[in-house]
């Protein structure tokens, strides 16, 4: 724990205005964070729920790689 402790503050510390983090590719990024304990993860899920939820609304996509971060996107709403 004490390891995920120093990297979400290092994730804080790069947040973008656009709701990502700089030098860690997004999709990866809510990945890991939705593997994590929730209340560690929940500021940075939190941080990354406006661009989570307009992927969340989309219908469901046919593509997989789409389908794939539209589950991610869901999973993480659950626990931001």
């Not at 290092?10 to 593997?35: G, N």
């Not at 304990?37 to 046919?62: F, I, S, W, Y």
Request: aromatic share 8%; hydrophobic share 50%.
């Amino acid at each position: 724990e004490r390891r995920l402790s120093i990297g979400l503050r290092l994730l804080a510390s790069l947040r973008r205005d656009d709701h990502s983090w700089a030098v860690f590719p997004f999709w990866y990024t809510v990945s890991a964070l939705i593997e994590m304990p929730p209340d560690l993860a929940r500021p940075a899920l939190r941080h990354a729920a406006p661009r989570l939820e307009k992927v969340a609304a989309r219908r469901r996509p046919a593509d997989p790689f789409a389908l794939r971060r539209h589950a991610i996107a869901g999973r993480a709403l659950a626990l931001a």
